[in-house]
């Protein structure tokens, strides 16, 4: 038991010492503290369109007898398509939705020093993110890149766009 205890002492002497400064240090670092905080701005749309997903296919048995199981049952097959439809707004454009609140947060860190405007980060950033991730073809527009799938290049889009900004701007192009 000693012997446990002081094997878990040291590794959280280890973790304490040499892990939590690197990791507080990379916790304030702008780009990641912007990308936290835009995951924690798509927060409730990602809640929103999980709760839809509960309401179209409800967690029970297709086969079950209880009354209630059963009118939600019907009632989740005869509206999914009305009850996806609000899903599909809020999961499958997630990432438009992280795009925008990761390049507005890190927009409002560089408006503390009046370098830019962070609703026009958000507006370029949309812009650019829907030029690479959904190009248009045949003259639709493709959504498959919108959702889940398109979050990482929302991410990069995202600071990209905020850092060119700040770059032109700081060398007066624009």
């Keep these: 038991?000693?012997?446990?205890?002081?094997?878990?002492?040291?590794?959280?002497?280890?973790?304490?010492?040499?892990?939590?400064?690197?990791?507080?240090?990379?916790?304030?670092?702008?780009?990641?503290?912007?990308?936290?905080?835009?995951f924690i701005s798509a927060m409730p749309f990602m809640i929103v369109g999980s709760f839809l997903l509960v309401f179209a296919y409800p967690p029970f048995s297709p086969d079950t007898t209880w009354g209630f199981a059963r009118a939600w049952l019907d009632l989740a097959k005869e509206f999914e398509g009305r009850i996806l439809t609000p899903f599909d707004m809020t999961m499958g454009i997630m990432s438009i939705y992280i795009c925008a609140a990761i390049s507005y947060n890190l927009g409002k860190h560089y408006e503390k020093s009046n370098q830019l405007d962070p609703f026009m980060c958000a507006m370029l950033s949309i812009m650019a993110f829907l030029l690479i991730a959904a190009p248009k073809t045949n003259g639709t527009l493709p959504v498959d890149s919108l959702g889940g799938t398109g979050i990482f290049t929302a991410i990069l889009v995202a600071i990209y766009c905020v850092e060119m900004m700040r770059f032109l701007k700081a060398h007066n192009i624009g």
């Design 1 to 38: 038991m000693s012997a446990n205890h002081a094997a878990f002492n040291l590794i959280f002497r280890f973790v304490e010492n040499y892990i939590s400064p690197i990791a507080g240090r990379i916790s304030s670092q702008r780009h990641v503290m912007a990308i936290r905080d835009g």
